[in-house]
């Protein structure tokens, strides 16, 4: 009964979307960047595919779905990633981060709703955080967030500027009653907003708001009734709803989600992604206890390489002598973003590039990735450390492995490649090196 509910709910949604397509092009529309724009948050797939439907019933014109077609299909200059100054997001964080337009526009709504010489906390947004180092906000502004590669950069960044931002890590609990403004970008699934935005309310002072970034009703089939039970969630937190305005947060497309599209042969404008920004008053004392700060149960170690964010599972088994990369899909990247590919299961080492694989050793696969990240400083693995001449060079053939994916993603992202792809050849990078355990980010 569930999955034939699960069912109609997609045939509804895939039934609305043809709609919106349809209506988009009987209005003149012939252009893809045009059409991801005009609809509500719609995925660049799902919109090809309703493309596809009206096609074989002869429900819109061919010579305009051509046009969209040839133009979706059109792979253009690399585009740069837009925070440069941050680590890249990585999938396996549900990173997205706001464009500098959205980013400014949150941060002056949040002044403009509290009074002179309020209080701005920043939770889990790492972009927005960057936004305020450079922006005359007049306000004091907290920076929660996890401890991983993205917060140490936010860190640094905040000491050079004179150290504007208070930061603190979820580690060391979640305050209490400390703003007068959160603002937050989880991830858009129920079991990320929820505990997000309970966090939300216990730091928020009764009177202040609390602007949260939810998905619009095109996003996926359970978008307005995950809404709507967000809003009901809030409700009990003693949240009441005060605005909520559709479409008007508008994200980055992150290296990875580039990645993933272009595996499927689909090249979208840098910027179509929107969300909806979802304002709540706090008018009461929440009844429910602030949650835990993180919210994945996998725990991953990752490793800076050059640009590339590796991040491996289980890095103290070793479940088999043999070591190296086994490839899960063609051509190694995950051509989806959506976490309930079946696929994410199988894999225990992944990149910022959306790269997946499964490997059998991943003490070694780690072993060779802090190699590699140590090279440009001198240091790194020293291969006699290693009992056996075949594991030291197992050990070098998957630090080359790891490197050529390194230089082939640095390419990819859109800079200077520092070295021919090829696998076979050696890659040193030049960029800061991190190595730690994480568990969830939660953030955008």
């Not at 929107?274 to 206890?289: I, M, N």
């Not at 976490?339 to 991943?362: Q, Y």
């Not at 490649?417 to 190595?435: F, G």
């Amino acid at each position: 009964m569930i999955a034939a509910r699960r069912s109609l709910s997609q045939a509804a949604f895939a039934a609305r979307v043809d709609d919106l397509v349809k209506a988009a092009i009987i209005d003149g529309t012939t252009c893809f960047a045009a059409l991801l724009h005009r609809l509500p948050g719609v995925y660049p797939t799902e919109a090809l595919a309703a493309l596809d439907r009206l096609l074989d019933v002869k429900a819109i014109c061919p010579v305009a779905a051509a046009s969209i077609r040839r133009q979706a299909a059109a792979n253009g200059s690399p585009v740069a990633e837009g925070r440069s100054l941050l680590p890249l997001p990585h999938p396996l964080d549900y990173e997205w981060r706001f464009t500098p337009d959205s980013a400014r526009l949150l941060l002056n709504r949040a002044v403009d709703m509290t009074h002179m010489g309020g209080d701005l906390l920043l939770f889990g947004t790492p972009g927005l955080a960057v936004e305020a180092l450079t922006l005359p906000v007049g306000r004091r502004i907290a920076f929660l967030a996890e401890s991983n590669s993205v917060t140490d950069r936010v860190l640094a960044l905040n000491r050079v500027t004179g150290t504007p931002l208070s930061i603190a890590l979820c580690s060391g609990g979640l305050p209490r009653e400390s703003a007068d403004a959160v603002l937050l970008d989880p991830p858009w699934y129920l079991d990320f907003v929820r505990p997000m935005l309970a966090a939300a309310a216990h730091a928020c002072r009764p009177g202040g708001v609390a602007l949260i970034s939810l998905p619009p009703d095109g996003a996926r089939p359970s978008a307005a009734a995950d809404r709507q039970a967000t809003i009901a969630f809030a409700r009990r937190l003693g949240l009441t709803l005060i605005e909520h305005s559709s479409l008007s947060i508008s994200y980055e497309t992150p290296f990875f989600e580039r990645n993933a599209l272009a595996a499927a042969q689909i090249y979208p404008p840098p910027q179509w992604r929107r969300g909806d920004l979802v304002v709540f008053r706090k008018e009461r004392a929440s009844t429910r206890p602030p949650p835990a700060s993180s919210n994945r149960s996998r725990f991953w170690t990752e490793v800076g390489i050059g640009r590339m964010r590796l991040f491996i599972q289980g890095a103290d088994e070793v479940s088999s002598d043999e070591a190296g990369l086994i490839s899960l899909v063609d051509d190694d990247i995950l051509p989806t973003v959506s976490r309930r590919d079946p696929r994410r299961r199988l894999a225990n080492v992944w990149t910022s590039g959306n790269r997946i694989f499964r490997t059998r050793n991943p003490q070694l696969v780690l072993e060779a990735a802090i190699s590699c990240a140590g090279e440009t400083m001198g240091s790194g693995v020293q291969p006699d450390l290693w009992g056996t001449i075949r594991e030291r060079e197992a050990l070098e053939r998957v630090g080359a492995e790891l490197r050529a994916l390194a230089a082939i993603e640095e390419q990819e992202e859109g800079k200077a490649p520092s070295l021919a792809t090829e696998r076979s050849v050696a890659w040193r990078s030049s960029s800061t090196n991190y190595w730690s355990r994480s568990t969830a980010i939660i953030s955008g």
